[in-house]
């Protein structure tokens, strides 16, 4: 894990699970509005974890989780990794995000985790996996990078 970018070092989070939650439901009421579909699973030093339990307008034809909403995943997943080690910085904006989608998701949760690769005053580099939890298997992959506004 890393311990020290250029810039900011990554240290204990300033935000938990319930924190990363509730700025969530304060800020971005929209993200669940149809119930909890993207959820917090973990936060820590360098890194969170969310989990989307799809519904039926995340599917597409052939029973699979949709290319967007992997996408939708990744990006928030990227955003709260972020603010887990910054604090609720609701400004912050996605500059950046490249997606591989490597194997069709059974249909079903997916999980998410982001890990801070590089924190720095005015950007962050994330690496975000995510996991079927069906199967187990690594369905997309993505890295992000986004602007951190000043103080």
Request: glycine share 8%.
């Amino acid at each position: 894990m890393l311990k020290k970018t250029i810039g900011r070092a990554i240290v204990a989070p300033l935000m938990d699970v319930e924190a990363l939650t509730s700025f969530l439901e304060r800020e971005f009421p929209q993200v669940n509005a149809d119930g909890m579909t993207f959820i917090v699973t973990d936060a820590g030093e360098g890194f969170a974890s969310m989990r989307l339990d799809p519904k039926d307008r995340h599917l597409r034809p052939g029973g699979t989780v949709s290319g967007p909403t992997l996408f939708a995943l990744a990006d928030l997943t990227a955003y709260v990794a972020i603010l887990a080690q910054i604090g609720p910085v609701a400004l912050a904006a996605t500059i950046n995000l490249s997606i591989n989608f490597l194997r069709k998701p059974e249909l079903g949760a997916i999980d998410a985790t982001a890990r801070v690769l590089k924190l720095g005053k005015r950007l962050a580099v994330v690496d975000i996996s995510m996991i079927s939890a069906v199967s187990g298997e690594l369905v997309a992959h993505a890295t992000s990078t986004y602007s951190i506004p000043p103080k």
